[in-house]
């Protein structure tokens, strides 16, 4: 261990098959040739993607590795009785094509559930495995673009109204019967397939057609459920997921605006760029719009079946000169954004292990003698109690992940 308390961080990329060729190399200067996508950029300590610690001469540490060699000390006392390692995972999301309809479990729920799979002995990169890890994921993303999601099922009025206007759904009013989401979820989450392709089939018939002339908007539900028939549907399978996209909340967040996701709340990134922070954990129970495993029954036990109104955050300032906060009822994590003047020093002390990624600008960080510059698309990591000092070299802005105190 050396006693620097400052570190370059380097984190990884996912390339998972809904991402974006463009923004995130960009944002950390790689090519990108071959158009491959590059869906999340992980700043972290999770034991599957640990973000690597660069040290003072220039090797490399796993992050995850380097916080187990003295806990304590890099995440303080309090942090580290609390959770035991980096409560968090950071990442920056680039979403071109929609994100599965997604639900996750609570910490007691991930605890048993993951213990559970690993007791039947299902591999930990298996398919069909529901449970990464022994944890909640509560999460709060901010956008960095226009964004689009679905969050939380619609007010009953609202989810009444939409299913009146689309004439293919009309069946399912009376189901609902002004109130009733578990039955009317149960219902198109487990329906035969044949069943599903007879409802939705006429439904996608009327709105591809107008999606694909350019006659839908981002602000209408069909506008979504066209687009997800085309990323998708297989010649011989329409994707019953579709049926969510108008039982949920269609959110549109402009840039700066945060929203946050508990445990059991139905949700699915759509369209735009965001940073996201959580809890360090990998669990997702799926729902549809995707190729990837899902597992009705645990996805019904896990979903809250209430209404939400959607809580668009905007931040409070914080303590620090140029600082916002978005505080959220997550013990695991919090979001900060930093705008510094150039020419201009902020100075800073780290509550515990902290994560600092540069959107725009430049800074150089200087704790006592050692100093690291940091460009556009760069991040720091700095442990517990590290008192620096950022020094914008033009204009910057900074997101900082770290923990409520």
Known sequence: MSNTKIYKLEGKVQHYTWGGTDFIPALLHLTNTDKKPF???????????????????????????????????LLGSNVNKRFGRL????????????????????????????????????????SNRNYKDDNHKPELMLALSDFWLLHGFKAPQALVTILMQTPELQFLVPVFDGKNYHALYELVMTMDQHEVEEHLQPLLDRIVPLYEKGFLNRSEEDF?????????????????????????????????EAIFQDAGIP??????????????????????????????????????????????????????????VFPTPAADFELRRLELKAGTPVALTAATAEI????????????????????????????AGASFTFQPAQNALIFRATVPQ
């Open 39 to 73: 869906a999340e950029y992980w700043m972290g300590a999770h034991d599957n993607v640990p973000a690597e610690v660069v040290l003072p001469d220039g090797s490399k540490q796993p992050l995850n590795g380097f916080i187990k060699q003295d806990a304590a000390a």
């Open 87 to 126: 409560p968090y995972l950071f990442k920056v999301l680039d979403v071109k094509d929609m994100l599965s309809i997604q639900v996750h479990p609570s910490k007691k729920a991930a605890e048993s559930a993951f213990a559970a799979e690993n007791m039947k002995g299902t591999p930990l990169n298996a």
């Open 224 to 256: 979504w459920a066209a687009r997800a028939a085309k990323t998708f549907c297989d010649a011989n399978k329409i994707d019953r997921g579709i049926f969510s996209i108008y039982l949920f909340n269609l959110v549109n967040l402009k840039p700066g």
């Open 267 to 324: 949700h699915a990134y759509l369209e735009g760029q965001n940073m996201e922070i959580m809890a360090n954990s990998d669990n997702v129970l799926r729902g549809g719009l995707t190729n990837k495993y899902i597992d009705v029954p645990e996805l019904m036990h896990h979903t809250k079946f209430e209404p939400v109104i959607p809580d668009i955050l905007k931040g409070t300032t914080g303590s620090v000169t140029g600082e916002t």
């Open 356 to 383: 600092y990624f540069v959107y725009e600008g430049a800074v150089k960080a200087s704790a006592d003698a050692h100093e690291i510059n940091l460009e556009k698309g760069a991040a720091l990591f700095t442990t």
